[in-house]
């Protein structure tokens, strides 16, 4: 047998290992953006609640706020599946958020958040 015929043996095995191994990092890549979405609408709960808390706070300082977080941190595509909504609950600030994340290569990930804080009075 000519040895020259059997050089291109191993290419589908490579091409089909390799066209693996790139899926399988572009859903840890898709994995680590999913976690960086979820932190950010946090913070911006969190940050939201907090500027509405003082004294003299409205519920639109809240809503501005985390407007403001989600489109500087999590603009374009992912900032379009967050819905956010400010309000009060008798003495206390709540933000609540319904998130929607397109997956890339996994399954689209959905999961609502919340944050409160107590609204300051005068003593």
Request: charged fraction near 20%.
């Amino acid at each position: 047998m000519d040895g020259a015929s059997e050089h291109g043996m191993s290419t589908p095995q490579f091409v089909l290992a390799a066209g693996l191994a790139l899926l399988l990092f572009v859903a840890f890549a898709n994995l680590i953006v999913f976690q960086y979405g979820r932190g950010v609408v946090r913070a911006a709960l969190d940050e939201g609640v907090r500027a509405a808390a003082p004294l003299g706070g409205v519920p639109a300082d809240c809503q501005a706020t985390v407007d403001s977080f989600i489109g500087d941190l999590l603009g374009g595509e992912m900032g379009r599946g967050v819905t956010a909504e400010c309000g009060m609950d008798g003495d206390l600030v709540v933000a609540n958020a319904a998130v929607r994340f397109e997956g890339w290569v996994i399954p689209d990930w959905e999961f609502v958040m919340s944050a409160t804080a107590v609204k300051e009075d005068l003593p």
